[in-house]
């Protein structure tokens, strides 16, 4: 399997009036195409901060990031946005749907950011069919459930076939139920179209649903 | 509603609406200003040109386009006959008096049978004045309620009698015997211009110049020159007329620059959402100029139409006149769009900037 994403000595520190806040202090990770990982360890920990850097949203200290081939740390502003307009899907613990746009319509917005203007309907057809949001294309955020709403953020993060999906907490606005049910999802979208797929959680049964599962502490992983 | 501007703009209905009429305000200001400068002028100049005389004389300084001085002698009428090419002579004073709260209003003073006789103006109903107190109005301001036998006020509280309706409109709306003016003015034997009709319409510069010849020391001037239109005629009027459509450029600029500031702010959090799915600095400035121009042109159709429904009920109630011109229509146009857009620059250029993951906190 190819290498999809690799970080190296990968530092953050954030500055918090005149004191240095470390929140990364040397980060190495490879993720292999098709791979499916959890990233797990205690809040302030440095998880988000570490998915913000892999996504480009955010600048290392130091460090390098390849992401499919693709330097994002040598990258311009412009060029990591870019970079993650192609490569990257973001799922977030908050949903983050745009709520005055239909499912259908925050998947349409999605695609003409991706492609500026053109769509794939026959792919946004199996992504809604696998999902099982056929019938909720024309509900807006409010009018439907949590696990609703994240299975349309996940379609929405994966409508553009991106190299890496990038999730954060995915499960931890969702019940018991509406958890399993995402990561049913998750595991589909993997098996189904090799999809990589980073995710942070703090429930252990979502992690153990993951291929690979790495823990940190403290900025680093251990 | 798939289109993230138009279901935002649907989604905050009143402030929408607020931006809507903060350009609509801008271009129906333009429109009226500029309406109402066209509309009076070309009145003032479609009324002249039914005097139908090439030429008047009068005095340097006394005819002005709000006021005149009835300082010319009348015995200058004869005069004027005596010289070769002109057909006939009719003298005139013009008054200009306070009117409403708007502004101000004329009445003639005519020798009511050369003026008839010199224009094309006829008698619909009633008769010409002959008494002091007897006035003839012409149809448009008989309309407004001022039938024959009915009075009206002039000179202060004087009262006098309409008995006659005249038409086409021409010069002032209200005209009195040339004796009733100058004993109303206490300018006996005097008035304020003399109107000069040629017998060769193709020789009036030539008649012009004899008569500077043969009176020196007067103002000779072509009917067409001398009704200027009021934007010529009011030192800077033009210049006012800008600065107004500037400034209702600018109205229109900051009230969309509030609105989609505001709505940048309540929309930070989305905004970075846009961000995290890799649209571009461009894209969002698009996004937010694209919105800004929707409301735009919605300003746009309902600033038209105020304009229309403001300058019909103005004119309703105070005879002002509105002429509506295409050219400061697709002014306004501009205006109102320019407007918009450069106000949601601001705002969308911020947007544009905004730190993703600070914005993707945002509550």
């Known amino acids: ?222 | 509603m798939d289109s993230l501007v138009i279901s935002n703009i649907r989604q905050r209905p009143l402030r929408s609406a607020i931006s809507v009429l903060g350009v609509a305000l801008g271009v129906a200001l333009v429109m009226l200003f500029t309406g109402l400068a066209r509309g009076m002028s070309d009145d003032l100049q479609r009324r002249s040109s039914n005097v139908r005389a090439e030429i008047i004389f009068t005095r340097p300084g006394s005819v002005q386009a709000t006021s005149t001085t009835a300082n010319l002698p009348t015995q200058y009428v004869d005069l004027l006959k005596q010289i070769d090419g002109v057909e006939t002579a009719v003298p005139v004073i013009r008054h200009f008096f306070p009117s409403g709260v708007w502004g101000v209003d004329q009445v003639e003073g005519v020798d009511w049978d050369g003026f008839t006789k010199m224009s094309n103006i006829r008698l619909i109903q009633g008769r010409g004045p002959q008494a002091l107190d007897e006035i003839v109005i012409d149809e448009t301001k008989a309309r407004r309620n001022h039938p024959v036998g009915s009075s009206v006020k002039l000179f202060g509280d004087k009262e006098f009698r309409v008995v006659g309706i005249y038409s086409p409109e021409s010069g002032a709306r209200s005209k009195l015997s040339l004796e009733a003016m100058q004993s109303a003015l206490e300018a006996p034997g005097k008035c304020s211009y003399i109107l000069v009709k040629v017998r060769n319409p193709a020789e009036q510069i030539a008649v012009a110049n004899r008569i500077n010849e043969k009176i020196p020391g007067n103002k000779v001037q072509l009917t067409a020159e001398f009704f200027p239109s009021v934007e010529n005629s009011i030192p800077g009027l033009a210049i006012f007329m800008r600065v107004l459509v500037a400034l209702a450029a600018v109205v229109s600029a900051l009230v969309v620059m509030l609105a989609m500031h505001t709505t940048i702010t309540e929309r930070t959090r989305e905004i970075g959402i846009l961000k995290a799915m890799g649209a571009s600095r461009r894209y969002i400035i698009s996004e937010i100029e694209r919105e800004a121009l929707a409301i735009s042109v919605m300003g746009i159709v309902v600033g038209f139409a105020l304009a229309a429904l403001a300058g019909f009920f103005i004119h309703k109630a105070t005879s002002l006149i509105f002429e509506f011109g295409g050219w400061w229509a697709l002014t306004a146009a501009v205006i109102g769009l320019a407007g918009g857009a450069l106000g949601a620059f601001y705002p969308a250029a911020r947007a544009a900037n905004l730190d993703p993951v600070t914005a993707l906190a945002y509550e």
């Open chain 1, 1 to 222: 399997m190819a290498i999809i994403l690799k970080a190296e000595n990968l530092e953050k520190i954030y500055r918090v009036g005149k004191v240095d806040v470390p929140a990364l202090r040397g980060i190495t990770l490879t993720v292999q195409e098709g791979e499916f990982l959890a990233v797990m360890g205690p809040s302030g920990c440095g998880k988000s901060t570490m998915l913000h850097l892999l996504g480009g949203l955010l600048t290392p200290t130091k460090g390098r990031i390849i992401v499919d081939g693709e330097d994002l740390t040598a990258a311009s502003d412009a060029k990591r946005t870019d970079i993650r307009r192609r490569k990257i899907g973001f799922v977030f613990q908050r949903f983050n749907l745009f709520p005055t746009l239909t499912a259908e319509g925050n998947l349409r917005l999605a695609e003409r950011i991706h492609a500026n203007g053109a769509d794939d309907p026959d792919r946004r057809r199996e992504i809604l069919r696998m999902l099982k949001l056929e019938d909720k294309m024309h509900h807006k955020p409010l009018e439907l459930s949590g696990g609703e709403q994240q299975r349309v953020a996940l379609a929405r993060a994966v409508v553009n076939r991106p190299a890496i999906v990038l999730a954060d907490e995915p499960t931890g606005n969702l019940d018991t139920e509406n958890s399993a049910l995402v990561l049913k999802m998750f595991r589909e979208l993997n098996d189904r179209f090799n999809q990589t797929i980073i995710m942070i959680t703090h429930n252990p049964e979502a992690a153990a649903a993951c291929q690979r599962i790495i823990q940190m502490r403290d900025g680093h992983i251990v």
